[in-house]
């Protein structure tokens, strides 16, 4: 049985886009080598929730901890434990797969990790392809081998699998396992079924608030 | 080597391999300049006279019509929200994103400004304070620019919007630097001029990377 | 559940007057109160400035512009920090009617500094024969009313308004900071070009019967200021709540 403080707990939380609630009174608790899958229909948050977990949105109400501690009391310290994978893939055209990979995971000392990421992606043919030239599929790869070689304890993941093929697929869920097995996390929204053995599901459906007067006096 | 440093060097060589993108503001800065003898008229005293105030307007337009783009590209490719969550706190990023962009446009006008003084038939002896006006003062145009880019991002009709943000706040950079140059002319010394331009740049490289985080934090939300 | 009853408390308190009913209960009392005082001072200084004060020996009745341009001066930089004030608050304390303030009094100092410049304009005609004089105060207000114009713009030009409302906030409390440095710089540059003094508008000294209908004229406009930030408050929050409305039964269907 788990400590319950330890790994990422999100309690009470609540969001608020464009005058909206998202969802409200969400719950969630990744151990440490454990995932959470995320699910629930169009609209329904589940890149906001990423994007909270993340920190780049602040939540209306609710607080997520870490180990016990509370995230907002070090927000330095929890952008160095995360590697966040967004609809974009954030590739710069002109710079090549390994150039775009190495501006990101340089910033924390880990440049040398780069090469070894993108084959581990099935990428080593195309480290030295201008991003521009890179089908969807790869440039989604590529974005993928950046969150590899972070070194990062908390992996969020939105869609990862979106112009992957089985190959691609398979190769992903490799790389999931092993960042698990070393105690990593990943918490990820996905349509596709992907091999995520032992995740926790979280439907984001459950916390939607419905209703004019929840929307307006939801605290 | 230091983050913040990477950022800045990846930006200035993103910048420069964009090159394409540099070439339009220098452009405006000399067609604007240009401008001023076709609409007021080519007499030399006329023109000399006025010459300061026209490259400096011209440098004004110039630099704020570069920095539309300073961020637009990064929000909407995902990498703004990567330098959000990058190990560096986000104000020095801005001030190294800022940095490399002045340095990929500031200093063309810096160089080019010389060029369209000789052709205004500016004043001999104001050479100097032009240049040090516009190397204390393009930075200035750039932070605060950087600002009005962070805070208009996800805004519709950003271009001109932009502008009509950011030029009310450039106002005391123009005069100061005018009258800088204005004074050299007149065989008076430039530098209290120059001094209040200084400790405007100072109070700017502290203050505007704040603001311009803050906007940043706002836009992506 | 287990958030503790001092956050749920504190976050109902935040949100009380951010619902249009708890508000409109605050501003019904405050309202016909402010409403009278400004019709009063309004209506006793526009007496005093019109009929019972004396000309100026220079300027004749011309210097009565006088009680309109100079209470919308002072009102044009008062409401600009007002609403500096208010972005700040809503930084620090994250109460929803800090930002909505700085929206609903926006157009007004607008309102109040292009009065200024009108003013200005037409007390101008007649001393020196120009509509408009490039002089200090005048071209502050002017920068001034760009700055009100830009802010006005930015809001409105998101499609999420609260993120209008907040990026708004950061321009003021940036506007707010150059401000001073901008008027500096205007004097600095008029003093320049300028040296001689006939140009201030802040000519004539003001005499000791002018001070009366000034500060009458003052505190109406003060008054009026609220009465109107007030209504606009509150049309903002029925706004909210309107696209509150929709929004939900958009979901609905």
Same mark, same amino acid.
């Given at each position: 049985?788990?400590?319950?403080?330890?790994?990422?707990?999100?309690?009470?939380?609540?969001?608020?886009?464009?005058?909206?609630?998202?969802?409200?009174?969400?719950?969630?608790?990744?151990?440490?080598?454990?995932?959470?899958?995320?699910?629930?229909?169009?609209?329904?948050?589940?890149?906001? *929730?990423?994007?909270?977990?993340? %920190? @780049?949105?602040?939540?209306?109400?609710?607080? $997520? +901890?870490?180990?016990? =501690?509370?995230? #907002?009391?070090?927000?330095?310290?929890?952008?160095?434990?995360?590697?966040?994978?967004?609809?974009?893939?954030?590739?710069?055209?002109?710079?090549?797969?390994?150039?775009?990979?190495?501006?990101?995971?340089?910033?924390?000392?880990?440049?040398?990790?780069?090469?070894?990421?993108?084959?581990?992606?099935?990428?080593?043919?195309?480290?030295?392809?201008?991003?521009?030239?890179?089908?969807?599929?790869?440039?989604?790869?590529?974005?993928?081998?950046?969150?590899?070689?972070?070194?990062?304890?908390?992996?969020? *993941?939105?869609?990862?699998?979106? %112009? @992957?093929?089985?190959?691609?697929?398979?190769? $992903? +869920?490799?790389?999931? =396992?092993?960042? #698990?097995?070393?105690?990593?996390?990943?918490?990820?929204?996905?349509?596709?079924?992907?091999?995520?053995?032992?995740?926790?599901?979280?439907?984001?459906?459950?916390?939607?608030?419905?209703?004019?007067?929840?929307?307006?006096?939801?605290? | 080597?230091?983050?913040?440093?990477?950022?800045?060097?990846?930006?200035?060589?993103?910048?420069?391999?964009?090159?394409?993108?540099?070439?339009?503001?220098?452009?405006?800065?000399?067609?604007?300049?240009?401008?001023?003898?076709?609409?007021?008229?080519?007499?030399?005293?006329?023109?000399?006279?006025?010459?300061?105030?026209?490259?400096?307007?011209?440098?004004?337009?110039?630099?704020?019509?570069?920095?539309?783009?300073?961020?637009?590209?990064?929000?909407?490719?995902?990498?703004?929200?990567?330098?959000?969550?990058?190990?560096?706190?986000?104000?020095?990023?801005?001030?190294?994103?800022?940095?490399?962009?002045?340095?990929?446009?500031?200093?063309?006008?810096?160089?080019?400004?010389?060029?369209?003084?000789?052709?205004?038939?500016?004043?001999?002896?104001?050479?100097?304070?032009?240049?040090?006006?516009?190397?204390?003062?393009?930075?200035?145009?750039?932070?605060?620019?950087?600002?009005?880019?962070?805070?208009?991002?996800?805004?519709?009709?950003?271009?001109?919007?932009?502008?009509?943000?950011?030029?009310?706040?450039?106002?005391?950079?123009?005069?100061?630097?005018?009258?800088?140059?204005?004074?050299?002319?007149?065989?008076?010394?430039?530098?209290?001029?120059?001094?209040?331009?200084?400790?405007?740049?100072?109070?700017?490289?502290?203050?505007?990377?704040?603001?311009?985080?803050?906007?940043?934090?706002?836009?992506?939300? | 559940?287990?958030?503790?009853?001092?956050?749920?408390?504190?976050?109902?308190?935040?949100?009380?007057?951010?619902?249009?009913?708890?508000?409109?209960?605050?501003?019904?009392?405050?309202?016909?109160?402010?409403?009278?005082?400004?019709?009063?001072?309004?209506?006793?200084?526009?007496?005093?400035?019109?009929?019972?004060?004396?000309?100026?020996?220079?300027?004749?009745?011309?210097?009565?512009?006088?009680?309109?341009?100079?209470?919308?001066?002072?009102?044009?930089?008062?409401?600009?920090?007002?609403?500096?004030?208010?972005?700040?608050?809503?930084?620090?304390?994250?109460?929803?009617?800090?930002?909505?303030?700085?929206?609903?009094?926006?157009?007004?100092?607008?309102?109040?500094?292009?009065?200024?410049?009108?003013?200005?304009?037409?007390?101008?005609?007649?001393?020196?024969?120009?509509?408009?004089?490039?002089?200090?105060?005048?071209?502050?207000?002017?920068?001034?009313?760009?700055?009100?114009?830009?802010?006005?713009?930015?809001?409105?030009?998101?499609?999420?308004?609260?993120?209008?409302?907040?990026?708004?906030?950061?321009?003021?409390?940036?506007?707010?900071?150059?401000?001073?440095?901008?008027?500096?710089?205007?004097?600095?540059?008029?003093?320049?070009?300028?040296?001689?003094?006939?140009?201030?508008?802040?000519?004539?000294?003001?005499?000791?019967?002018?001070?009366?209908?000034?500060?009458?004229?003052?505190?109406?406009?003060?008054?009026?200021?609220?009465?109107?930030?007030?209504?606009?408050?509150?049309?903002?929050?029925?706004?909210?709540?309107?696209?509150?409305?929709?929004?939900?039964?958009?979901?609905?269907?």
């Amino acid at each position: 049985m788990t400590d319950p403080v330890r790994g990422f707990v999100g309690t009470d939380l609540a969001c608020r886009r464009s005058e909206r609630m998202v969802f409200a009174r969400l719950d969630f608790h990744v151990p440490h080598g454990g995932a959470l899958l995320l699910t629930g229909p169009n609209g329904s948050g589940k890149s906001s *929730l990423l994007r909270l977990m993340a %920190g @780049l949105i602040k939540p209306f109400a609710g607080r $997520l +901890e870490w180990d016990g =501690a509370p995230v #907002r009391d070090d927000p330095a310290a929890h952008r160095e434990r995360i590697a966040y994978l967004g609809h974009q893939e954030a590739l710069k055209p002109v710079l090549t797969a390994v150039e775009n990979v190495r501006a990101w995971v340089g910033l924390v000392g880990r440049a040398d990790r780069a090469e070894a990421a993108l084959a581990a992606m099935g990428l080593g043919a195309l480290i030295d392809l201008p991003a521009r030239f890179l089908s969807a599929g790869q440039r989604r790869r590529v974005a993928l081998a950046r969150v590899v070689a972070s070194g990062a304890s908390l992996w969020l *993941l939105d869609e990862p699998t979106v %112009g @992957l093929d089985t190959a691609s697929i398979a190769a $992903l +869920e490799q790389a999931l =396992a092993v960042h #698990r097995a070393a105690g990593g996390i990943v918490i990820a929204a996905t349509h596709m079924a992907i091999d995520l053995p032992g995740a926790r599901p979280l439907d984001l459906a459950q916390f939607a608030v419905t209703g004019f007067a929840e929307q307006f006096e939801a605290a | 080597m230091n983050p913040v440093l990477q950022i800045f060097w990846q930006n200035l060589r993103l910048q420069l391999k964009q090159s394409s993108d540099l070439v339009a503001p220098i452009a405006f800065f000399g067609i604007a300049t240009m401008l001023a003898p076709l609409g007021i008229g080519p007499e030399p005293n006329l023109l000399s006279r006025l010459a300061p105030g026209m490259i400096w307007i011209a440098a004004l337009l110039s630099t704020q019509l570069a920095l539309d783009r300073l961020f637009q590209r990064d929000y909407e490719d995902g990498s703004l929200d990567l330098l959000a969550l990058a190990p560096v706190p986000l104000e020095l990023a801005m001030l190294a994103k800022t940095a490399a962009h002045w340095v990929a446009t500031g200093v063309p006008v810096l160089i080019a400004a010389p060029l369209l003084g000789l052709m205004l038939g500016l004043d001999g002896g104001s050479y100097g304070a032009l240049e040090l006006s516009l190397l204390l003062g393009t930075p200035i145009l750039s932070l605060i620019g950087a600002f009005g880019a962070a805070v208009t991002l996800g805004a519709r009709r950003g271009g001109a919007l932009l502008a009509v943000l950011v030029l009310p706040l450039y106002v005391p950079v123009l005069i100061f630097a005018t009258s800088a140059v204005g004074a050299a002319g007149e065989g008076l010394s430039p530098w209290p001029h120059l001094l209040l331009l200084g400790s405007m740049l100072a109070a700017v490289v502290a203050l505007a990377p704040f603001a311009a985080a803050a906007a940043l934090r706002n836009a992506l939300e | 559940m287990t958030t503790a009853p001092t956050r749920q408390a504190r976050v109902s308190l935040l949100h009380r007057y951010a619902n249009p009913a708890a508000f409109g209960r605050l501003s019904a009392r405050i309202l016909p109160w402010s409403t009278a005082i400004a019709v009063l001072l309004l209506g006793a200084g526009l007496y005093f400035a019109l009929f019972d004060s004396p000309p100026d020996y220079q300027q004749g009745n011309t210097v009565r512009i006088m009680y309109l341009h100079v209470p919308a001066a002072i009102m044009s930089e008062l409401v600009y920090g007002a609403m500096a004030a208010a972005a700040a608050a809503g930084f620090i304390w994250k109460h929803a009617l800090a930002d909505l303030f700085v929206k609903a009094a926006a157009p007004l100092g607008a309102a109040f500094t292009l009065i200024c410049l009108v003013t200005g304009s037409l007390w101008g005609r007649p001393m020196w024969g120009a509509w408009w004089v490039w002089d200090a105060r005048l071209t502050s207000e002017l920068v001034l009313f760009f700055l009100y114009l830009g802010y006005i713009a930015l809001v409105d030009a998101f499609d999420d308004p609260e993120r209008g409302l907040k990026a708004g906030a950061i321009l003021v409390l940036v506007g707010v900071v150059d401000l001073p440095i901008i008027k500096f710089s205007v004097d600095w540059w008029n003093t320049l070009h300028q040296p001689s003094s006939l140009m201030s508008l802040s000519g004539p000294k003001i005499h000791g019967s002018m001070l009366l209908p000034l500060f009458l004229m003052i505190g109406g406009f003060v008054a009026f200021f609220l009465t109107v930030v007030l209504l606009r408050l509150e049309s903002e929050l029925l706004a909210r709540r309107i696209r509150a409305w929709r929004s939900a039964a958009g979901d609905a269907s």
